[in-house]
């Protein structure tokens, strides 16, 4: 700690920290633009000026600028000094002589850090009357509109693009006063966090494409705290709602898990939400061919209840991408006996093995902060760029910590990062990757050899008894690998905090078990290590707390006539279960009910179908992939602006479902009630109402606002319905309110943040008000409660190692590969996701390709099972032969079948000119 004094005022400080970052910890306001808390200090901007005094007699002192100064024991500096003030705004004003002025029709305008750091500088007159510099702006893809005219050169953008999260596709170009922020030419930008530009960017130069075809000013959109549904990492975020549509997701700080950034799924995939084509009433049809009949609340819920009594067993259908107390209540209104997770087995048993092994390695799985600090990484298993990108992003600064430890045994701060960069340069911590494809981290990466599944597992064994002999040892491993895992098990010994990631991308618990086994050995070794295992969906690590069959059990039961009534939640079975097994099990049920609040396959097959809502207006509780419990809040009531619609959260259709099974009236519940009933359960979920407040939780006895103070139009947006305005919606189950009235403020600690706002700070820097320290923790600590944590002496090393692959003559080995854009069934429903996405892909080896006659783009027919499909091929030379990648989402079948036939679109044989290198037979 040092002390610093500040205008005639001492503080304690972090004396590694630079003034500015001190300064602003404190609540004392510096304005400043190319500084951000997740990439240090460049001294670009020269915004930031302060007055330092060398002593206390010291009159006169000097301009410095506060990013660049450490804020050492006995510092005397004056933020309020004239000469500081005068310097500051004319810093403001010639970084503003080409900027166009333009607040009315820009984008950032109320959401601008420009526009705060001018007004906190007094700067109020433009006196340059000279011709301004123009640029031509670029297409940069679906995600980030560009306009270039704007910039004030403070670096932010290239600096996060670049030198944070590894693109390589957008550069400075010019010198002077000419410098120009884009790419060599027009094109998508290539980075899957290019999304974060429109925040990290201080100005209107990067903003959300997708915001711009509905835009609404900052002050006038309904937010709610919510959670990213579109992958396992749990991803705080902030939508914003006008007129009953989600215009736009930003970052919500969170100092564990996601901090200042997110994903580009997770930040533009929320398009499915705004879709047309969604339930909104209640639907009833008697078969197949008979027309669809809309039926009010009352009446469908009077029909479900009918047909379920008349039922002689139900079972129910669960999902993974569904709330733990929409889930709750299916099992109550089914059974225990009856329900189904809504996840097929080979997952499922992922799943499992994950659980069981997050609780008895003995190391602790790391929050996204903690990656961080880690200094050897080993990936088994997963491509995390596509899985779970916000961890991968995370474990690209863990290696690149480095240059950190370098720059620290030389006395650099860690904040000053153009000197941390150019000492550092190459030197990264050691990071293995053992995947049958390329990888988004095989830049950073040490270089290791492709396998298929069953050898990456075998590698895997090999690496634990290589840190531990106790682990079994895999005898007949090759010379060449064993070379390869005595390299990986050496450089986790020599770490002080090595982490091992795993997951079940590949589904296979071989890879899970061999995981397990060197995070095992390495805590053995009484390491300060970490152990991580990536799930598939947002509820992923919360479904097998609950209990429940796979689901080919439940399609099993339906099949073979045991039960049939159906009533399925939030969950399109035709993207987990191959289409004929789906629709055989489904054409035995007498009645099929599905909620949920996209029209998919499945709800087309219903014969009562029930609009659920969204996340974006739904509550409910997820647990993410870390073992977080998190509450997700609902932003808007959709029946405000669209009195027609019948959305409700899919929890209280079940109650209301269940009290009509039951012939009792519908008795009243709310989120709080069916979290505790959850937590009361299963012993597992004991502490999810820990998560978040309560409904009755108030500051300064009022509720919290979910709208900026100056929010306006309300009086006028149902205008078309009627003149009369109605009563805003009321929340009993949330300490918010749908109005701007309510608590918005930063001076009373709390820990469900709607949005970010303080005086004087419009922009996404606001979040540096709610935390105990910039990019430290929320005032009132991170929201959440961890569920998960390993119990100490439970090592036991698994010893069922697979034999080697084995490639065959006239087959491949089916291998389904995470896909960011596209893979994940509801983002993959939005446009922007969609256009990004591209077209789908299969993965060949060189070899194989070659074997085939197919190049680079060629059509390529996969058959597997009962089906086929044409790809565009996509040639890996790395690839194992005998392998073919294809990605996910592009259909269950693929997924469900081992071995797959490939030949050329329109042929049906092809007879290869050379035999296969290992020896086998050449493929036909």
Request: net charge negative.
């Amino acid at each position: 700690m040092a002390t610093i004094h500040v205008d005639g005022d001492s503080y304690e400080v972090d004396g590694a920290d630079n003034l500015l970052h001190a300064c602003l910890s404190l609540g004392l306001d510096i304005p400043y633009f190319c500084w951000h808390p997740a990439m240090g200090s460049v001294g670009a901007c020269r915004q930031c000026a302060v007055k330092q005094y060398k002593d206390e007699d010291d009159d006169k002192g000097m301009l410095v600028m506060a990013c660049m100064a450490p804020s050492s024991d006995g510092t005397r500096i004056s933020i309020d000094d004239d000469e500081a003030r005068e310097f500051r705004a004319s810093v403001i004003e010639w970084l503003m002589i080409h900027h166009p002025h333009d607040c009315p029709v820009c984008e950032e305008g109320g959401h601008c850090h420009l526009q705060d750091m001018t007004v906190m500088t007094g700067h109020d007159r433009r006196r340059y009357r000279f011709r301004k510099r123009t640029h031509r702006n670029q297409h940069l893809g679906p995600f980030i509109a560009h306009e270039m005219n704007r910039c004030i050169t403070c670096y932010r953008c290239t600096r996060f693009y670049n030198d944070y999260a590894g693109g390589t596709d957008l550069g400075a170009f010019g010198a002077n006063s000419n410098i120009y922020f884009g790419r060599y030419e027009e094109g998508t930008l290539e980075s899957p966090f290019s999304g974060n530009l429109a925040e990290v960017c201080p100005t209107g130069v990067f903003t959300d494409r997708t915001h711009s075809e509905q835009y609404t000013r900052k002050w006038d959109m309904q937010f709610g705290p919510s959670i990213c549904h579109q992958c396992s990492v749990g991803c705080n975020i902030s939508p914003g709602e006008r007129y009953g549509d989600i215009r736009r997701i930003e970052n919500r700080y969170h100092g564990e898990v996601n901090r200042f950034f997110l994903c580009d799924r997770g930040r533009f995939g929320y398009g499915y939400v705004n879709r047309k084509d969604r339930p909104l009433q209640p639907e009833w049809r008697s078969g197949e061919a008979e027309p669809v009949v809309a039926l009010s609340v009352d009446a469908a819920l009077d029909r479900g209840a009918d047909a379920l009594r008349d039922a002689q067993r139900v079972i129910g259908i669960g999902s993974p991408r569904a709330s733990l107390e929409s889930n709750h209540q299916l099992r109550e209104l089914v059974g225990p006996d009856n329900f189904s997770t809504g996840i097929a087995a080979s997952e499922l048993a992922c799943l499992h093995r994950m659980a069981e092994l997050s609780a008895s390695t003995g190391l602790r799985t790391p929050t996204l902060r903690e990656v961080e600090e880690h200094d050897a990484v080993l990936v088994l298993g997963e491509d995390l760029i596509q899985s779970a990108a916000r961890i991968g992003l995370s474990v690209r600064q863990a290696i690149l910590g480095r240059r950190g430890e370098h720059a620290e045994s030389r006395g650099i701060p860690a904040w000053n990062a153009e000197a941390i960069k150019t000492l550092g340069q190459d030197s990264r911590y050691p990071l293995f990757s053992l995947y049958p494809t390329a990888t988004g981290l095989d830049s950073i990466s040490k270089p290791t050899p492709r396998r298929a599944p069953e050898d990456i597992a075998r590698l895997g064994y090999a690496i634990a008894h290589f840190i531990d002999a106790a682990a079994p040892d895999v005898a007949d491993l090759e010379h060449a690998d064993k070379e390869v895992a005595q390299q990986i098990a050496s450089a986790l010994m020599a770490a002080d905090r090595p982490l091992v990631v795993s997951g079940g991308s590949l589904c296979s618990t071989d890879i899970l078990d061999a995981a397990g086994n060197i995070a095992r050995a390495l805590a053995r070794r009484a390491c300060d290590g970490g152990f991580m295992l990536v799930r598939r969906e947002a509820n992923s690590t919360g479904m097998p707390m609950l209990g429940g069959h796979s689901l080919e059990w439940a399609l099993d039961e339906l099949h073979e006539r045991r039960a049939d009534a159906l009533v399925v939640l939030e969950n399109d079975l035709y993207q987990r279960l191959p289409k004929a097994q789906v629709d055989r099990a489904l054409s035995q049920a007498t009645t099929v009910i599905v909620m949920d609040h996209q029209r998919t396959e499945t709800l087309d097959r219903a014969h009562l179908s029930l609009p659920a809502a969204s996340f974006a207006e739904a509550d409910g509780t997820l647990v993410s992939m870390e073992g977080r419990a998190q509450r997700f809040f609902q932003v808007y009531d959709p029946a405000y602006i669209r009195p027609e619609t019948n959305i409700h959260e899919s929890w209280r259709w079940l109650h209301a479902l269940k009290c009509g099974l039951q012939r009792q009236m519908v008795s009243d519940i709310n989120l709080d009630s069916v979290t505790q009933a959850c937590a009361d359960h299963y012993p597992a979920l004991a502490r999810i109402v820990d998560a978040a407040p309560g409904a009755d939780y108030r500051v300064g006895g009022t509720k919290l606002a979910r709208e900026p103070h100056r929010y306006s139009g309300r009086t006028s947006m149902r205008a078309h319905l009627n003149v009369s305005e109605p009563r805003a919606p009321q929340d009993a189950d949330t300490p918010f309110s749908f109005s701007m009235e309510g608590y918005n403020g930063y001076d009373r600690p709390r820990n469900t943040v709607a949005f970010a706002w303080a005086p004087g700070w419009n922009s996404p820097q606001a979040w540096n008000k709610f935390t105990d320290e910039v990019g430290g923790h929320l005032t009132a600590g991170d929201s959440g409660i961890r569920l998960v944590e390993p119990a100490p002496g439970r090592y036991r090393y698994a010893d069922s190692i697979p034999p080697a692959f084995d490639a065959r003559t006239h087959e491949w080995q089916v291998v389904v590969l995470p896909r960011l854009f596209g893979g994940e069934e509801t983002s993959a429903r939005a446009e922007p996701i969609i256009e990004r996405a591209g077209e789908a892909c299969v993965i060949l080896c060189e070899h194989d390709a070659r074997q085939l006659g197919a190049t680079e783009g060629e059509h390529l027919t996969i058959a597997a099972g009962p089906i086929s499909q044409q790809f565009p091929l996509s040639i890996d030379p790395g690839m194992p032969s005998g392998l073919v990648g294809v990605p996910a989402g592009q259909g269950a079948e693929f997924e469900a079948e081992r071995w797959a036939v490939v030949s050329l679109a329109g042929s049906d044989t092809f007879v290869p000119d050379q035999a296969r290198p290992d020896g086998g037979e050449a493929r036909p």
